[in-house]
Nanobody, 125 residues
Framework: QVQLVENGGGSVSDGGSLRLSCAAS????????VGWFRQAPGKEREFVAA????????WYSDVAKGRFTVGRDNARGTVYLQMNSLKPEDTAIYYC??????????????????WGQGTQVIVSS
């Protein structure tokens, strides 16, 4: 069974930065898409960013474009979400997910088979 664990969440001030990481055990990210989603209190889980481990395509939500970057750490075999210029509205629990072998769209939660437990990000004004 694949398990994903996120790290790197915390509290920052408006305009600050955080780098989230996600590690897999019982499997790897190789050959799959990896997505980052977030869920704020009282809201549905929403897509943030995704990329293919094999390289090439990256996808970002409108709120993430220009501020967030996804990628992989080859040395550690992990993935990251670098978040810059954070705003209070970015406050949420952030989740990483590994895609299914066949996906309809990286933007959909249903396209992912495995999820981490989430890491809390709080941005204060």
């Amino acid at each position: 069974q694949v398990q994903l664990v996120e790290n790197g969440g915390g509290s920052v001030s408006d305009g600050g930065s955080l780098r989230l990481s996600c590690a897999a055990s019982g499997g790897s990210f190789s050959g799959y898409s990896v997505g980052w989603f977030r869920q704020a209190p009282g809201k549905e889980r929403e897509f943030v960013a995704a990329f293919r481990w094999s390289g090439g395509n990256q996808w970002y939500s409108d709120v993430a474009k220009g501020r967030f970057t996804v990628g992989r750490d080859n040395a550690r075999g992990t993935v990251y979400l670098q978040m810059n210029s954070l705003k209070p509205e970015d406050t949420a629990i952030y989740y990483c997910a590994r895609g299914r072998p066949i996906q309809s769209s990286v933007h959909l939660t249903s396209s992912y088979a495995y999820w981490g437990q989430g890491t809390q990000v709080i941005v204060s004004s």
